[in-house]
């Protein structure tokens, strides 16, 4: 179930389902508020964005009524999440799927946020969307990939490509947004060759670990997979988690991979992410294609989860073919 397109005049509704707005800068918010207002776009926030406890969220009952109230609401056409954190998989027995499968509406977060955006695709056949925050919106330099990506994935059914973006960053620019670095990137890192085509499951790896055994996974039968880390993972728990994901029942079909590029911190080298591939006989003659703009890093694509798509990996050369 494809959500309407969004369209210049529309209304966006930011939602806090993880961790409160209330930690995002001032000048950023006003910043993002003025980047969607100049794509056409009408920003309104949830009653409860700014609402925080000690762990820097609301209540299940404050989020849940944000997130009911921007589906229920007819003027909002459009959900972004305001950033990530560690608590969305809290919610996820208390939302009412048939009032979203009954007002399907782009929703967008990447990170913690996976959790619900799996789920909700899982339980009403919506596609979500794995991208920018509102927050990433707030970014000072460096954005134009991150928003042409955003709106081809939601305001036209034309396909798209993921290509490399010409540069990248690591940089905590939520902390100082003129003292940046971009790293020259001319191509993907392909681990193993091939094509494929399937339908778009994934996001944050050890988000989505957090739903194996529940209602909420999504089936991983016969698509590709795009999975990202964090700073908090190693190459330790990267090995382990995407194993443990291999050994769910209808992983035998996966017919191909994405990972996104790793933050530095991680210490993730490509070296490293080569070695764990070549030890999943699970993965043998299947493309996966690495270093792909979606993650922690910026600048970030728009990747619709249940959404098809169709990739190449041959020598240096990538297609990543995004089919709404």
Not at 152 to 175: F, G, I
């Amino acid at each position: 179930m494809l959500p309407n397109r969004l369209s210049p005049g529309d209304e966006i509704r930011v939602i806090a389902p993880s961790t409160s707005m209330a930690v995002i800068k001032g000048k950023q918010v006003e910043l993002a508020t003025e980047r969607l207002n100049q794509l056409g776009f009408a920003v309104t926030f949830g009653k409860h964005v700014d609402d925080h406890d000690e762990f820097f969220t609301t209540s299940i009952e404050q989020r849940i009524e944000d997130l009911h109230d921007a589906f229920r609401d007819p003027n909002v056409k459009g959900i972004l999440t305001a950033l990530g954190g560690y608590h969305a998989n809290q919610l996820l027995n208390y939302i009412d799927y048939d009032l979203i499968q009954s007002n399907p509406k782009v929703i967008c977060g990447y990170s913690d946020i996976t959790a619900l955006c799996a789920a909700i695709y899982q339980k009403t056949g919506l596609i979500t969307y794995s991208g920018p925050f509102f927050s990433t919106f707030g970014v000072k330099y460096g954005l134009d990939y991150t928003l042409q990506s955003f709106l081809e994935a939601v305001t036209n059914d034309a396909p798209y490509e993921v290509n490399p973006s010409p540069v990248w960053s690591d940089d905590k620019w939520y902390l100082d947004q003129e003292e940046r670095t971009f790293i020259e990137q001319e191509n993907y890192l392909v681990i193993q060759e091939g094509e494929a085509e399937g339908k778009l499951i994934g996001g944050n790896l050890s988000t989505l670990h957090l739903l194996q055994g529940t209602e909420y996974m999504p089936s991983l039968k016969d698509c590709i997979l795009f999975i990202e880390e964090d700073h908090e993972a190693h190459i330790h728990s990267f090995d382990r988690v995407l194993q443990s994901l291999l050994q769910l029942p209808e992983a035998a079909s996966i017919r191909g991979i994405l990972i996104g590029r790793f933050q530095k911190d991680s210490n993730v080298t490509e070296a490293a992410i080569k070695r764990v591939i070549a030890t999943k006989g699970e993965l043998k003659n299947i493309p996966v294609i690495a270093n792909v703009n979606f993650g922690h890093v910026q600048p970030i694509a728009t990747i619709p989860i249940g959404a098809n798509a169709a990739i190449l990996g041959s020598g240096t050369t990538t297609t990543i073919t995004i089919n709404p």
